[in-house]
């Protein structure tokens, strides 16, 4: 059953999920869930938000916890149970506000799941899977056709101007943050599309917005969009 992994996020309008950043240990050391971003970069570690709300809420873990559980025991139908039961819009969701949404294989399918179950509802992934090549040769053969799934790849300063290549030339929609300044991309000259909803602070626009993060599913343009600094 999914319950505690999908959440209401009131910054996006829309609902959310979450897995955990970090390995959640107990009081002994043991490794209780495993943690997700095994494809972070130095840029991550120093600049994620989400680190800062871990040490001002620690029983964010307590949550961490469950939704990791929730996943692994992951079955057909229980991502559309869960959404059928919401009463506020499911038109969009986010996935990942928090940790990685592929560590391995299985995780492609199961999501490639989730959006076949729910096609009333357009899904929005980010990830940094794409570093692992296999992983990121299976985002693009199995998810990338999928018409619900707005396929984001996150990038920041400590990608080479190589990794932007690999990524634009398969058609990535970018997510980058962490240099204001940068408005073109290093590899085409690609203008970057400044985010609204962290540009200009527009709290919720993300569920209206259609020319960013989106922007594959519902203009059919591939966009580098630039996120602000909170």
């Known amino acids: 059953m999914i319950k505690d992994m999908i959440r209401w996020c009131p910054a996006l309008g829309m609902f959310a999920t979450d897995r955990p950043i970090n390995d959640v240990v107990d009081e002994n050391g043991k490794v209780i ?29 307590d949550r961490d916890i469950r939704c990791e559980r929730e996943w692994q025991s992951f079955k057909v139908g229980d991502f559309k149970k869960a959404l059928s039961r919401k009463r506020k819009q499911t038109q969009r969701v986010s996935h990942m506000t928090r940790g990685e949404a592929f560590t391995d294989i299985d ?4 999501w490639k799941q989730v959006c076949e179950e729910t096609p009333d509802t357009l899904h929005w992934m980010k990830t940094r899977a794409w570093h692992n090549p296999i992983l990121k040769f299976y985002i693009e053969n199995e998810l990338f056709p999928i018409p619900n799934l707005a ?26 943050f962490g240099d204001e300044g940068l408005t073109h991309s290093p590899a085409t000259g690609k203008r970057l599309f400044i985010c609204p909803k962290t540009h200009k602070k527009m709290k919720g626009h993300c569920v209206d917005c259609k020319a960013g993060c989106f922007s594959q599913c519902t203009i059919g343009r591939i966009q580098i969009v630039h996120l602000s600094e909170h």
Do not use: H, Q
């Open 33 to 61: 869930v495993k943690g997700t971003c095994i494809w972070k970069t130095s840029v991550c570690s120093k600049r994620c938000f989400d680190i800062k709300l871990y040490k001002l809420y620690p029983k964010m873990t």
């Open 107 to 110: 995780d492609i399918y199961k």
């Open 151 to 176: 396929m984001n790849a996150s990038v920041d300063p400590s990608d080479s101007r190589e990794d932007w290549e690999r990524l634009e030339r398969k058609g990535w929609n970018i997510m980058f």
